[in-house]
C-alpha cells in the first residue's frame, strides 16, 4: 500500500462462499487508483449468476455478501466495516421510499446527518432540478405518482446530494425501456463529471458498460473471477449518436463473441 | 383526484398503468363472462336483491293468520313485520347503554393489546432475535381456542368490567403481536440498504423506513383483528355479565324473545360495517402513498 493514495478500491483474492459450498465469486483481485481531480467509471460486465452484484455489495458492506469469507475488501486504504454513506448505492427496484414524497426522499440521507429542514429541502430541490424533475410539479409527489424513469432520477439525485466517494450502481437502467434508459445514461454522465465519484455500474447490457466505462471488467462464468479487463473511450457524444458508431460497435461485437462465450460454456459444465 | 389521472400529464407515464375501467358503452351490453366483474351499479343492485329474496322467503315461510297456519312457528322464527313491531320493546331494555357498554370493552381492551403488542411487535420484526424468542409463546397465545380464557380470566380478574377487558386483551394481543412482526418482516430489504447506505443508523432505519412502510399493512391488520375483538366480546357477555350486547342475546335467548335475537343479530352486523368503513376512510387518509385494500 502506498501511504498518501491508497487505491479508491481495492479488491485482494476476495472469494466468498454462501453456505458452506456456493462459491460466488473466486479469488478476484482488482485496484481502481485514485486519480487526482477525476473519478474513474468502471463497468462491471458478465453472464448471469457470475457475481457482479456480489462485488458492489461487498464494497457498499452489505449482507450477506459483506464479509467476504476470504480475501480483503479496501475502500481508500481501509477494510470495510459496513454500509455508509460515503458508498452511495442505487439499485434496481424498490428504489423510493413509497411514504416519503420526492423532495423527502432526496432529502433522506441530509436528515440521517441531523441537517435542519429547511436546508436540506433546499438543497433537495437544487437536486430535483438537476436531475430533470420539474421543482415545482414533481417534488410534492408520491413515487407511486411516478414512472420507473422518474423514480430512478429520485434514486439518483437521492445518492449523489450526499456527494459520496463511490457510487455503486447495480444495473439501475434494467428496467427501463430502451430510449428512457438512453437518456438516463446521458443525464448520469452529465451529473458524474461534475463529481469527482468512482463509479461502479453493474449492467447486462454491453452498450451500456462500453459507452458509460472508462474501464470495463468482464467477470467470468460461476463462480466469479474477473476475466477481462480493458479501457475504453469515454462518452464524449450522446448515447444515441455515440452508440452507433463503427469503433463503437466493434467493441461490442468483441464483448458479446466473449461473454456469449461465456455464457456457451456455463451451459456446458451444468 | 386519483394518481392515475395526475400522471397522465407527464411525458413517461407508465405503461402498465391500468386503463380507467369504463362503464361498458350503450352498445355492448355486460355478459356472463368467467371472473368478469358486473359494473358496480349492478353489482350494488344484486346484493340488495338477494337480501330482497331472502326477506321475501323469509315472510313467505311466516305468512299466515295463526300460528297454526304458519309453514314455520312463530317460536322459531317470528314474521318480519313482528321483528319491526319488537323494536319499541327492545329500546326499553337499554339497547343503547348495551351497545356502549359492548363497545367501551371492545375499545379498552382491543387499544390495549394494540399499544402493547404493535411497540413489541415492531421490536421483534426489527431485530429478529426478539421475534425467535417470542415465537413459541406467539404460537400458544394465537392457537388457544378462546373461550378457554374464559375460566381463568375470571379467577384472575373477576367477573366485573376488568374481567371483560382483560380477556378481549389477552385474545388479542398474540394476533396483534403477530402481525405487526409479519409487516415489518414484509418490508423488502431493499429499502433498509438503500437508507443504510445513505448513512442511516439502525434506529433511524427503524424509525424512518421499517416502521412507517409497514403501517399501512399493520392498520389493515388491526381493521381486521378489531372485528374479531367484536366477535369475542359476545363470548364473554354470554357467560357473566350485567349488561352489553351479548347479555342483552343471552337474556332475550332466556325468555323467548327471538324478535329480539333477531335484531340484536342486525345490529351487531351493521355497527361492525360502519367501523370498518369509519377505519378505511380514517386509513385512506393516514396513508395517502399507498390504495387500502378493502
Given at each position: 500500500m502506498n501511504g498518501a493514495h491508497p487505491p479508491v478500491v481495492e479488491f485482494e483474492k476476495v472469494t466468498k462462499i454462501y453456505g458452506g459450498s456456493h462459491l460466488a465469486i473466486k479469488e478476484v483481485s482488482f485496484s481502481v487508483e485514485d486519480k487526482a481531480g477525476h473519478g474513474e467509471f468502471v463497468a462491471i460486465l458478465g453472464p448471469s449468476g457470475c457475481g457482479k452484484s456480489t462485488v458492489l455489495r461487498l464494497i457498499a458492506g452489505l449482507r450477506p455478501q459483506h464479509p467476504a469469507t476470504t480475501g480483503s475488501v479496501r475502500v481508500l486504504g481501509q477494510p470495510v466495516v459496513g454500509p455508509g454513506a460515503d458508498r452511495g448505492m442505487v439499485f434496481q427496484d424498490y428504489t423510493s421510499f413509497d411514504h416519503r414524497t420526492v423532495e423527502d426522499n432526496v432529502a433522506f440521507g441530509l436528515e440521517c446527518r441531523g441537517m435542519g429542514r429547511k436546508e436540506r429541502l433546499a438543497l433537495a430541490r437544487e437536486w430535483i432540478g438537476k436531475v430533470g424533475l420539474s421543482v415545482d410539479s414533481d417534488a410534492g409527489?408520491?413515487?407511486?405518482?411516478?414512472?420507473?424513469?422518474?423514480?430512478?432520477?429520485?434514486?439518483?439525485?437521492?445518492?449523489?446530494?450526499?456527494?459520496?466517494?463511490?457510487?455503486?450502481?447495480?444495473?439501475?437502467?434494467?428496467?427501463?425501456?430502451p430510449s428512457t434508459r438512453m437518456h438516463m445514461q446521458d443525464l448520469l454522465v452529465g451529473l458524474w463529471r461534475d463529481l469527482q465519484a468512482t463509479v461502479f455500474f453493474v449492467t447486462h447490457s454491453i452498450e451500456e458498460a462500453v459507452y458509460l466505462g472508462d474501464r470495463i471488467y468482464v467477470m467470468s462464468s460461476p463462480p466469479g473471477t474477473i476475466l477481462r479487463e480493458l479501457s475504453v473511450p469515454p462518452p464524449d457524444r450522446p448515447a444515441?449518436?455515440?452508440?452507433?458508431?463503427?469503433?463503437?460497435?466493434?467493441?461490442?461485437?468483441?464483448?458479446?463473441?466473449?461473454?456469449?462465450?461465456?455464457?456457451?460454456?456455463?451451459?456446458?459444465?451444468? | 383526484?386519483?394518481?392515475?389521472?395526475?400522471?397522465?400529464?407527464?411525458?413517461?407515464?407508465?405503461?402498465?398503468?391500468?386503463?380507467?375501467?369504463?362503464?361498458?358503452?350503450?352498445?355492448?351490453?355486460?355478459?356472463?363472462?368467467?371472473?368478469?366483474?358486473?359494473p358496480p351499479l349492478v353489482g350494488r343492485a344484486l346484493g340488495v336483491l338477494a337480501v330482497a329474496v331472502v326477506v321475501l322467503a323469509w315472510g313467505l315461510l311466516t305468512m299466515g293468520a295463526t300460528p297454526e297456519t304458519r309453514l314455520i312457528s312463530p317460536v322459531l322464527l317470528p314474521s318480519p313485520m313482528e321483528v319491526i313491531r319488537a323494536v319499541p320493546s327492545l329500546l326499553e331494555r337499554d339497547l343503547l347503554a348495551g351497545v356502549f357498554a359492548t363497545l367501551e370493552r371492545v375499545f379498552l381492551g382491543f387499544g390495549l393489546a394494540v399499544l402493547v403488542g404493535v411497540p413489541l411487535g415492531i421490536l421483534a420484526g426489527a431485530w429478529r432475535v426478539f421475534d425467535a424468542a417470542s415465537a413459541p409463546m406467539a404460537i400458544f397465545g394465537r392457537n388457544i381456542p378462546i373461550a378457554a380464557l374464559i375460566p381463568m380470566t375470571i379467577l384472575w380478574f373477576g367477573i366485573d368490567e376488568t374481567q371483560k377487558v382483560?380477556?378481549?386483551?389477552?385474545?388479542?394481543?398474540?394476533?396483534?403481536?403477530?402481525?405487526?412482526?409479519?409487516?415489518?418482516?414484509?418490508?423488502?430489504?431493499?429499502?433498509?440498504?438503500?437508507?443504510?447506505?445513505?448513512?442511516?443508523?439502525?434506529?433511524?432505519?427503524?424509525?424512518?423506513?421499517?416502521?412507517?412502510?409497514?403501517?399501512?399493512d399493520i392498520f389493515n391488520s388491526l381493521r381486521n383483528l378489531f372485528g374479531l375483538a367484536f366477535g369475542y366480546i359476545m363470548l364473554a357477555e354470554l357467560i357473566n355479565a350485567r349488561h352489553g350486547l351479548g347479555y342483552l342475546l343471552s337474556t332475550s335467548q332466556r325468555r323467548g324473545l327471538i324478535e329480539h335475537i333477531i335484531l340484536?343479530?342486525?345490529?351487531?352486523?351493521?355497527?361492525a360495517f360502519v367501523i370498518d368503513r369509519g377505519l378505511l376512510w380514517f386509513q385512506r387518509g393516514l396513508f395517502p402513498f399507498r390504495a387500502s385494500e378493502e
Open positions: 409527489k408520491f413515487p407511486h405518482q411516478l414512472s420507473g424513469g422518474m423514480r430512478q432520477r429520485v434514486a439518483i439525485a437521492r445518492t449523489l446530494i450526499l456527494n459520496p466517494r463511490i457510487i455503486l450502481m447495480d444495473e439501475p437502467f434494467g428496467a427501463l425501456d444515441h449518436l455515440m452508440q452507433r458508431e463503427p469503433s463503437f460497435l466493434s467493441v461490442v461485437f468483441e464483448l458479446r463473441d466473449l461473454l456469449e462465450g461465456l455464457e456457451a460454456s456455463t451451459e456446458r459444465e451444468r | 383526484m386519483s394518481p392515475d389521472a395526475r400522471m397522465e400529464s407527464h411525458e413517461e407515464v407508465e405503461r402498465e398503468s391500468p386503463a380507467p375501467k369504463a362503464l361498458p358503452s350503450p352498445g355492448r351490453r355486460w355478459r356472463l363472462e368467467l371472473r368478469e366483474p358486473p382483560m380477556f378481549i386483551f389477552i385474545a388479542c394481543i398474540p394476533f396483534v403481536f403477530s402481525d405487526a412482526v409479519v409487516a415489518l418482516t414484509g418490508v423488502h430489504q431493499r429499502y433498509v440498504e438503500t437508507a443504510q447506505t445513505l448513512g442511516a443508523s439502525d434506529g433511524q432505519v427503524v424509525r424512518k423506513v421499517l416502521v412507517p412502510l409497514a403501517m399501512p340484536i343479530l342486525v345490529l351487531i352486523g351493521a355497527l
